[in-house]
């Protein structure tokens, strides 16, 4: 236990050391409203999202990593809570013991309003005690118990810690905003992004940020890294400023899931896959069909498998939507996307007319 503990000091120490720790002099104003960290434990994907009534809220709020965590930090914020989150998982701390770490380490935690999970779904919530209210938060399959935190000397506020996710909210227009995100995350079906969705809708439709909305977010990683971080997400969307954030989120979640089904068709066509690169195609495109994109490199893809006569259509619509996809088309040649084939081009420009 005094091995552990002084493994833990040491390992703020080294962060206060190299100035990171809590830079910030004073807490800001309260930006940020409800939020949800969660993991997965069928596919070992963490994320988290958010919406405020504050500009850019995905600039400060979300923090993830794959093979680490996610973090959510809001009220009076302090981003650090973020990357040091990240760091003291990353260095093998339960995501409970990380916040509880950095908590008694910042005199001003009774203004923060923090969450962590971890890649064992051990999750960690805090509330402040000057949280502006109405203000709390959930801990999955919690016992409903909370540990008191002391900061400063003085009353902090309280942790509570579950399994899976947890769910947490500040300046809300009534106190049932947090129990309606718990409600919809584990009554909804589907991915991971799916669920999180649709707790940030049960907290709008319970009320949501008493000033309003204006901004949102979502950053999805995988269970484990590739050691290229800027690779590491299956989602990292924001809506900086809008009068309906979380339908700009939605509509951003389905066009980046149909862009995961091109990329997936893109690889088949590597692989000489042809069968499954047309499914893919074929999904990007009935999940956003007026996408002219999506359905310009299916042609694309169908003309080099030597489909031509299945290509034209698509070309013709595409052309349709916009004339600037005819003045490209010759130029796939030179680039060797398309055989350099005059007849085939000419066939497939004709397309315009």
């Known amino acids: 236990m005094i091995r552990r503990a002084l493994s833990f000091a040491c390992c703020l120490t080294f962060l206060f050391l190299t100035g990171f720790l809590f830079a910030q002099d004073k807490p800001l104003r309260p930006v940020h409203t409800f939020s949800i960290v969660a993991f997965d434990p069928a596919t070992g994907e963490m994320g988290v999202a958010v919406q405020s009534?504050?500009?850019?809220?995905?600039?400060?709020?979300?923090?993830?990593?794959a093979g680490v965590g996610a973090v959510a930090t809001q009220s009076f914020i302090d981003p650090s809570y973020g990357p040091l989150g990240l760091n003291l998982m990353r260095a093998g701390k339960s995501a409970p013991d990380a916040l509880h770490g950095l908590l008694i380490a910042d005199n001003a935690c009774n203004v923060r309003q923090v969450a962590m999970v971890d890649t064992q779904g051990r999750v960690a919530t805090f509330t402040g005690a000057k949280d502006v209210q109405p203000a709390g938060g959930i801990a999955g399959s919690s016992s409903g118990s909370a540990t008191p935190i002391q900061c400063g000397g003085q009353p902090g506020g309280s942790m509570m810690m579950g399994k899976n996710y947890a769910v947490q909210a500040n300046l809300m227009s009534n106190d049932k905003i947090w129990p309606a995100m718990?409600?919809?995350?584990?009554?909804?079906?589907?991915?991971?992004?799916?669920?999180?969705l649709a707790a940030l809708d049960a907290a709008q439709a319970a009320g949501g940020d008493v000033r309003g909305r204006q901004s949102a977010a979502i950053l999805i990683v995988p269970a484990k890294s590739t050691g290229k971080p800027w690779q590491d997400y299956l989602f990292n969307l924001r809506v900086d400023d809008s009068v309906e954030p979380l339908k700009e989120l939605r509509r951003l979640v389905t066009l980046q899931r149909a862009y995961i089904h091109m990329n997936a068709g893109d690889k088949a066509v590597e692989l000489h896959?042809?069968?499954?690169?047309?499914?893919?195609?074929?999904?990007?495109?009935?999940?956003?069909?007026?996408?002219?994109e999506m359905i310009y490199w299916h042609a694309v893809a169908l003309a080099n498998m030597g489909r031509v006569d299945d290509s034209l259509p698509l070309f013709r619509k595409v052309f349709a939507m916009d004339h600037n996809w005819v003045d490209l088309t010759p130029r796939l040649s030179q680039a060797g996307l398309l055989p350099e084939d005059k007849q085939l081009i000419q066939r497939i420009v004709a397309q315009a007319k």
């Open 53 to 65: 009534h504050w500009f850019a809220v995905g600039g400060e709020v979300p923090w993830a990593e």
């Open 273 to 292: 896959d042809n069968a499954r690169a047309l499914r893919e195609y074929g999904a990007a495109e009935l999940l956003v069909p007026e996408n002219a």
């Open 182 to 196: 718990s409600k919809a995350y584990e009554s909804t079906k589907g991915d991971l992004a799916e669920r999180i």
